[in-house]
C-alpha cells in the first residue's frame, strides 16, 4: 500500500476555498463573455448525451414560484423533417395571405423547408401558460433564462448555438403543430451543432452606459 495514501492530503496542495470560487467565478465569467451566436455549423451528429446535458442545465434557470414552465421539442436526424414541413406549410399560408405569385412563393417555401435541416439538432423551447398575466410573463422570462444556460453548457462543451426566432416561429400553424394551449409561447429554436465558423469580434456597449446607479 502507498504510505501516502494514509498520511491524507497534502496541505501544500490543497487551494484555499477563496481560489477555488475566484478560479469558478472566472470560468463562469469567461464562458458567458466567449459565448456567440453561431450561424454555420457542421452536420456531424451531436450525441445525444451531449444534447441531454444541454437540455439538464435548461431547467436549474431561476424560476419564480418554481413552475417549470418550460418544455421542449428536440429534432435530431430525419425527424426535422417533421420541423420542416410544417416551417414549408406556414411559409406558404403566408405568401398565400400576402398575396405572393407562384414563383415568389415557390422560393420562400423552399428556403424555409431548408432551414430547418441548418443544424443536426434544433430544440424549440416552449414557455407554459401561467395562472395569469403575471405568471404567464414570469414564465417566459425564465425560459429565456434556460436557453442562455442552455448556450453556455452548449459553448462549455464545445458546441456551437444560435437563438432564433421571427414571423414563422409565432404563426397559428407552428402552434397547432407544437399543440399550443392559450398563453403558451414559442421561446426559442436553439439551433446547435459544432461550429464551422471561427470567432468574430464581439459587439456590445459597456454596462455603465445603460445603468443608472441609485445609492445611499
Known amino acids: 500500500m502507498n504510505t501516502s495514501e494514509l498520511a491524507g492530503p497534502n496541505p501544500d496542495r490543497i487551494k484555499p476555498v477563496g481560489d477555488i470560487f475566484e478560479e469558478l467565478f472566472l470560468d463562469v465569467i469567461h464562458a458567458i463573455q466567449t459565448r ?14 451531449l444534447i441531454e446535458r444541454i437540455l439538464e442545465s435548461a431547467v436549474h434557470a431561476p424560476n419564480h414560484k418554481i413552475t417549470e414552465p418550460w418544455r421542449f421539442h428536440v429534432f435530431t436526424g430525419k425527424g426535422r423533417g417533421k420541423l420542416a414541413r410544417a416551417r414549408a406549410e406556414t411559409a406558404r399560408l403566408q405568401a398565400e395571405a400576402e398575396g405572393e405569385g407562384e414563383e415568389m412563393a415557390a422560393g420562400r417555401i423552399s428556403r424555409e423547408r431548408k432551414k ?3 443544424a443536426p439538432v434544433i430544440i424549440a423551447v416552449i414557455s407554459a401558460a401561467g395562472r395569469d398575466e403575471v405568471e404567464t410573463l414570469e414564465n417566459y422570462a425564465a425560459c429565456a433564462a434556460a436557453v442562455q444556460n442552455m448556450q453556455l453548457a452548449a459553448h462549455s462543451i464545445g458546441l456551437a448555438s444560435i ?3 421571427g414571423p414563422v416561429a409565432y404563426h397559428e400553424h407552428m402552434r397547432a403543430f407544437f399543440h399550443l394551449e392559450e398563453g403558451d409561447k414559442i421561446v426559442a429554436y436553439l439551433y446547435i451543432g459544432y461550429p464551422d465558423m471561427g470567432e468574430r469580434p464581439r459587439r456590445r456597449s459597456p454596462a455603465g452606459e445603460r445603468t443608472v446607479w441609485h445609492g445611499g
Do not use: I, M, N
Open 163 to 165: 437563438w432564433r426566432t
Open 116 to 118: 430547418a435541416f441548418r
Open 36 to 49: 456567440q451566436s453561431v450561424g454555420r455549423v457542421r452536420q456531424d451528429p451531436v450525441p445525444e448525451d
